[in-house]
């Protein structure tokens, strides 16, 4: 099978061989790769020399470092991207686009329904097809007007899958996931002070909090707790991912309490068909249901959750809509579980310091 690798907007052609062989562009070279830790670390033997590689993944580009230098890779399967180049993307015109299979295959996921709003490249329909699963992706931001298949069905190259069109004014962030119900506070604040740093504020309802938490403005004072309940402070580091997305999920976190040395790092698994975000929202429930369980009275706990995924940080305090219906179940069952708390924090950090907290 060949590839097209695109390696800091260069182009490679890639020919797997054999197993333990590959032809890059006219080179032939000997291969073995194996996984170190199960996730991110990787030994690679090329010809006679050896390499330690760490890979992360952010949608379609794997961030490759190998000794001391990062790569933006992204990999396609040669005859798909000749299939696409040769027109997915069927008809556009001034306020829509029609998008078609870019091959045979079977239509085994629908992320957007007639009526959502989507990003441009945003997945839409997952294709199997040639025993691999396909994104097919939304060549513009719009509105899904038309959805041609539904799970299960079987399309030809060229078929139509769905139809893009603008948005109606006014529409932008008024999905039916975004509308807060009338008289009832946001789940949610957001403070966007901060360049660096995304923060944002999830937890109990507004009947729940205590008084002068309610409609408070990021930099108001908050009342204290009586004294006999005072207020605790304690973090949460938490990661999740999957490897193919949809494939094998993984997950881990750890938690500090007030100034006390952080615990002992607990990682998770969540099955063969998880999605790179499903594994995000899966390791944060089992975080928040664990240290729930872990300290006395989680209602006294203002918590800060450290995160490299700004999409679930952004979710969780609804400043970014939901998209993907196999994300609403996992959001719900976050926002409760972060309803246990007095407070609850995200504050986005740069994978880097992620992976160090970890102990990846």
Same mark, same amino acid.
């Given at each position: 099978?060949?590839?097209?690798?695109?390696?800091?907007?260069?182009?490679?052609?890639?020919?797997?061989?054999?197993?333990?062989?590959?032809?890059?562009?006219?080179?032939?070279?000997?291969?073995?790769l194996k996984a170190i830790d199960g996730?991110?670390?990787?030994?690679?033997?090329?010809?006679?020399?050896?390499?330690?590689?760490?890979?992360?993944?952010?949608?379609?580009?794997?961030?490759?470092?190998?000794?001391?230098?990062?790569?933006?890779?992204?990999?396609?399967?040669?005859?798909?991207?000749?299939?696409?180049?040769?027109?997915?993307?069927?008809?556009?015109?001034?306020?829509?686009?029609?998008?078609?299979?870019?091959?045979?295959?079977?239509?085994?996921?629908?992320?957007?329904?007639?009526?959502?709003?989507?990003?441009?490249?945003?997945?839409?329909?997952?294709?199997?097809?040639?025993?691999?699963?396909?994104?097919?992706?939304?060549?513009?931001?719009?509105?899904?007007?038309?959805?041609?298949?539904?799970?299960?069905?079987?399309?030809?190259?060229?078929?139509?899958?769905?139809?893009? %069109? *603008?948005? +109606?004014?006014?529409? /932008? !962030?008024?999905? @039916?996931? #975004?509308?807060?119900?009338?008289?009832? $506070?946001?789940?949610?604040?957001?403070?966007?002070?901060?360049?660096?740093?995304?923060?944002?504020?999830?937890?109990?309802?507004? %009947? *729940?909090? +205590?008084?002068?938490? /309610? !409609?408070?403005? @990021?930099? #108001?004072?908050?009342?204290?707790?009586? $004294?006999?309940?005072?207020?605790?402070?304690?973090?949460?580091?938490?990661?999740?991912?999957?490897?193919?997305?949809?494939?094998?999920?993984?997950?881990?976190?750890?938690?500090?309490?007030?100034?006390?040395?952080?615990?002992?790092?607990?990682?998770?698994?969540?099955?063969?068909?998880?999605t790179n975000n499903e594994a995000e929202?899966?390791?944060?429930?089992?975080?928040?249901?664990?240290?729930?369980?872990?300290?006395?009275?989680?209602?006294?706990?203002?918590?800060?959750?450290?995160?490299?995924?700004?999409?679930?940080?952004?979710?969780?305090?609804?400043?970014?809509?939901?998209?993907?219906?196999?994300?609403?179940?996992?959001?719900?069952?976050?926002?409760?579980?972060?309803?246990?708390?007095?407070?609850?924090?995200?504050?986005?950090?740069?994978?880097?310091?992620?992976?160090?907290?970890?102990?990846?």
């Open positions: 099978m060949t590839y097209v690798a695109t390696i800091n907007e260069r182009e490679r052609r890639v020919e797997l061989l054999h197993p333990d062989e590959i032809q890059l562009d006219d080179t032939r070279h000997r291969i073995d996730e991110y670390l990787y030994s690679l033997l090329l010809d006679d020399a050896s390499y330690e590689v760490f890979v992360e993944r952010t949608g379609n580009v794997y961030y490759v470092t190998v000794a001391g230098h990062r790569y933006a890779v992204t990999v396609e399967d040669e005859r798909l991207r000749r299939l696409r180049q040769a027109g997915q993307v069927k008809h556009e015109e001034p306020g829509t686009a029609e998008v078609m299979a870019p091959m045979p295959g079977q239509v085994i996921r629908v992320l957007a329904q007639v009526g959502e709003l989507v990003e441009a490249d945003q997945a839409v329909v997952i294709l199997e097809a040639m025993k691999m699963e396909n994104e097919v992706r939304s060549p513009r931001s719009g509105l899904v007007s038309h959805m041609e298949v539904g799970v299960g069905q079987v399309v030809n190259g060229g078929d139509r899958l769905f139809v893009v %069109s *603008d948005a +109606p004014s006014g529409e /932008v !962030g008024q999905g @039916p996931r #975004d509308r807060v119900a009338e008289g009832s $506070a946001p789940a949610s604040s957001v403070d966007q002070s901060s360049t660096t740093e995304v923060v944002q504020e999830v937890g109990r309802s507004s %009947s *729940d909090q +205590p008084a002068a938490a /309610v !409609g408070r403005r @990021p930099g #108001d004072a908050l009342e204290t707790e009586p $004294a006999a309940n005072p207020a605790r402070q304690a973090r949460l580091v938490c990661d999740g991912g999957s490897l193919g997305n949809p494939g094998r999920g993984y997950g881990s976190f750890r938690w500090q309490l007030g100034s006390d040395p952080w615990s002992e790092p607990v990682r998770l698994s969540f099955g063969e068909r998880t929202y899966q390791a944060l429930i089992a975080a928040l249901e664990t240290l729930a369980q872990e300290v006395a009275s989680p209602e006294h706990v203002s918590l800060e959750v450290l995160t490299d995924s700004r999409l679930l940080a952004q979710q969780m305090s609804g400043h970014w809509k939901l998209r993907a219906a196999n994300l609403f179940d996992l959001h719900d069952r976050a926002q409760r579980a972060a309803a246990m708390f007095r407070r609850v924090t995200f504050r986005w950090l740069p994978r880097s310091r992620i992976v160090e907290l970890l102990g990846h």
